[in-house]
């Protein structure tokens, strides 16, 4: 049993937490919310009164925060001046590769290990403990590490130095939003000329247009029964979130002079598509708007 501080109880945060206090690990929970404070209570965990108190006795700590100022902030002003050293750092929150790094270099400065380890999966993942870890960071706090993340996730990769794990996240959802609007596209067309979608669905998915927004979370009504499509694109995967990943990959190529035309296309889609009042709608629902609905 470890003494584990866990920051951020939000849609994410609350489950995760949750799965550790469930493997009978004291959890000791602080969110800037009250309300999700007292549900990690119920589920086992025990409450801090700041993000400071939650840490200054842990042997683990693990943040699940909006954004990097938040998790700077957080880090910078809470966790660092208060956890014991040599205390394990785990940060799952999405934020851009720089301020990982930046943090990172931190915490080993002060004495710390630290990883980046931002997920996939969503909250159904974090729920059943079946989400996706990308890992950053050396390799002995990636091992010390894994049979925590094992207590949340199934698939845990190991994917290099510190901030690693989030360009490994990022890199991932600009593929898959740029194959969305292409897999979207596609129907389009066909729809267009007359070809049923479910026919173009046969030939791509067993074709050189195979993908995973094709196979598996299909944008159009009919050929993948569990896709969004078939329950109005209610998320899922939300189109904010997709904005908020593409904007990051974009800000990781302007800063690494990576050239990524697809992918800036695809953020100026989505900031599109969510600036119109459907950023809470599955992400797959960007081929109404390129069917001009
Ligand atoms: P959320 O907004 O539901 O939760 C964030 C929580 O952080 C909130 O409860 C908020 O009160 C808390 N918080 C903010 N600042 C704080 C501070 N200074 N101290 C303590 N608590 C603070 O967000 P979420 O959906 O849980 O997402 C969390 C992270 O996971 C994000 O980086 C997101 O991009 C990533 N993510 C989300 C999903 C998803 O499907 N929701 C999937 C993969 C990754």
Redesign the pocket.
């Known amino acids: 049993m470890a003494k584990i501080a866990f920051?951020?109880?939000?849609?994410?945060?609350g489950p995760m937490a949750a799965n550790l206090c469930k493997a009978q690990h004291h959890v000791t929970a602080?969110?800037?919310?009250d309300a999700?404070v007292a549900v990690a209570v119920e589920k086992g965990a025990h409450k801090a009164k700041s993000?400071a108190e939650a840490v200054k006795d842990a042997e683990i700590v693990v943040t699940?925060?909006?954004?990097g100022k938040?998790v700077r902030?957080?880090y910078e002003t809470d966790v660092l001046p208060n956890a014991k050293k040599g205390t394990l750092l785990i940060d799952c929150?999405?934020?851009d590769v720089e301020s990982a790094r930046h943090v990172a270099a931190l915490a080993q400065k002060g004495g710390y290990e630290m990883i980046d380890a931002?997920?996939?999966g969503?909250?159904g993942g974090a729920t059943a403990g079946t989400l996706t870890f990308m890992v950053g960071g050396p390799d002995a706090s990636f091992a010390k590490a894994r049979s925590i993340l094992e207590k949340m996730g199934k698939n845990i990769v190991h994917a290099g130095g510190s901030g690693n794990g989030q360009a490994a996240k990022i890199c991932n959802n600009m593929i898959l939003g740029v194959s969305m609007i292409a897999v979207s596209e596609g129907f389009m067309l066909a729809k267009r000329l007359g070809l049923d979608a479910q026919k173009l669905f046969d030939v791509a998915s067993t074709a050189s247009g195979q993908c995973w927004s094709l196979t598996n979370y299909c944008p159009v009504p009919g050929p993948v029964p569990t896709s969004p499509a078939n329950r109005d694109y209610q998320a899922g995967?939300t189109a904010a979130?997709m904005l908020?990943d593409l904007l990051l990959a974009q800000q990781a190529a302007s800063a690494a002079s990576a050239t990524t035309p697809l992918g800036a296309e695809a953020a100026q889609l989505f900031s599109l598509f969510v600036n119109s009042g459907h950023g809470a709608k599955d992400f797959s629902g960007i081929i109404r708007m390129l069917d001009g609905k």
């Open positions: 920051i951020g109880l939000g849609n994410m945060g602080f969110d800037l919310s999700a993000a699940m925060l909006p954004a938040h902030a957080v929150s999405t934020i931002p997920v996939s969503g909250v995967f979130m908020k």
